[in-house]
């Protein structure tokens, strides 16, 4: 079906373009922009007066838990979540189970998606067999097999040979790593920052330095090597500070921050609420302001959610006994979103956080609306109010410190390939 979206705010920085006009899809491309464009016999008309019509989202860190942990979710049900969420593509972390190690579960997932899937799903291969930290995985059979980084996600590569030996082969291949940087002897027993909060509620704390010297590490060897680096779910006022260092030097560089840290504070652990329980864990206000002002600056490159689906008999326990995560595919735009209102960023500065940088990171084709290009495509309503309910998320795990939460903003319309997606159906 070809599709006609008329009256809509365009905006791709890609092509410095921001205006109302009218978007002619055709073939699952691109066709034109202009005003005025008229609608001829087989065209689906959508209108989309007072949104915001931007290459598709793009989520370049999720937890789909498919294959081996399919009762937290799988690929069908995290595809509906990031289609609900307004995404058009999401790359799955490694630490399912088996690891995606390997051609055959690599392979699995693209063709679960092709079968099953409402989005894009690129995986993202493991660093190391197993992401046990011992040995490297097969890298060039894991990039001939569709995968589009590596990355040991979940767990850090503690030693520091293994993890220059890992840059220099990615590198050499052409593939992205991704890095977990966290010192796991500082973590030792923690379960949430250290500091005021931890200290009152009881609760062994994870001091910011253990991934302030982590992300040091690994920004020196990427810069010993001269091979490319892109630093996961940043959290701390040290790592934006290192990251900014590092790029004013020219460091091979990249990193992405998560829509919890720049929202919430330690205290929403207060009440031993496992849904604020994460890893990193949430920081304080200064933290806050960094991954603000490192967003503002451009030293943070993306916005990813980090999704990571846990089944409630994993989060109903202890504060201790419960794991490390939340669900963020569907509450991301919204509260991405109100950096703008907030004057953090510009809605060209959200956009290519959200999509355009995530794939040339990642090398995707995709984060662009121009003319030829796949038609991945996020129809965006900044006026929709609406509130997160537990039961109405598409996800299967409801994991979320958002829950009750009033949103401004959401996803009017998803577009895939040229293809209207609901995910409702």
């Given amino acids: 079906m070809n599709l006609l979206i008329k009256n809509g705010r365009i905006i791709d920085p890609t092509q410095k373009l921001d205006q109302t006009c009218d978007l002619l899809i055709e073939k699952g491309k691109i066709k034109e922009i202009g005003k005025n464009l008229v609608t001829t016999a087989g065209v689906k008309s959508i209108d989309a007066s007072g949104c915001y019509v931007t290459p598709g989202l793009i989520d370049m860190h999720v937890h789909l838990r498919d294959p081996g942990l399919e009762y937290k979710e799988d690929i069908v049900s995290g595809t509906k979540s990031a289609v609900a969420g307004g995404f058009t593509s999401v790359c799955c972390m490694p630490n399912t189970k088996p690891a995606i190690d390997n051609k055959a579960v690599a392979s699995y997932i693209i063709n679960k998606t092709k079968a099953e899937g409402f989005c ?35 767990h850090p590569v503690k030693s520091s040979e293994l993890m220059r030996r890992a840059l220099q082969y990615a590198a050499g291949i052409g593939i992205p790593l991704i890095t977990h940087a966290e010192d796991l002897d500082l973590v030792g027993a923690g379960m949430m920052n250290e500091g005021f909060t931890s200290t009152e509620l009881g609760l062994k704390g994870i001091p910011r330095v253990a991934e302030d010297i982590a992300t040091s590490r690994d920004v020196l060897l990427a810069e ?19 990251i900014r260092e590092a790029k004013a030097r020219g460091v091979k560089v990249t990193c992405e921050t998560a829509p919890h840290y720049f929202t919430l504070t330690d205290d929403a652990v207060r009440g031993y609420n496992t849904n604020a329980k994460m890893n990193p864990p949430l920081r304080e206000a200064a933290d806050v302001a960094a991954i603000k002002a490192g967003l503002q600056d451009g030293t943070i490159d993306c916005i990813a959610t980090d999704h990571a689906p846990h089944h409630l008999d994993e989060k ?23 950096l703008v209102s907030d004057g953090v960023l510009t809605l060209a500065q959200l956009v290519e956080k959200m999509s355009c940088n995530p794939s040339k990171i990642l090398s995707l084709g995709r984060g662009t609306l121009v003319v030829g290009a796949i038609a991945d495509i996020t129809v965006i ?32 319309c998803v577009i895939v390939a040229g293809k209207v997606v609901d995910s409702r159906s």
Avoid at 131 to 152: F, Q, R, Y
Avoid at 332 to 337: A, F, I, N, R, T
Wanted: glycine share 12%.
């Fill in 381 to 412: 309503d900044p006026a929709m109010e609406w509130v997160v309910d537990a039961d109405k998320l598409a996800s299967k795990s409801k994991n979320s410190p958002f829950i009750g939460w009033k949103m401004l903003g959401g996803a009017r």
């Fill in 224 to 242: 010993y090597t001269g091979a490319p680096i892109h630093i996961a779910h940043v959290s701390t006022l040290g790592s934006v500070q290192i």
């Fill in 316 to 338: 109903d326990v202890e504060f201790d006994a419960a794991m490390n995560g939340i669900v963020g595919l569907e509450t991301s735009l919204p509260l991405s979103l109100k």
């Fill in 120 to 154: 894009n799903v690129f995986p993202v291969g493991a660093i190391t067999q197993g992401s046990k930290g011992e040995s490297l995985a097969e890298m060039g059979e894991l990039k001939e097999s569709g995968c589009v980084a590596v990355s040991d996600d979940g």
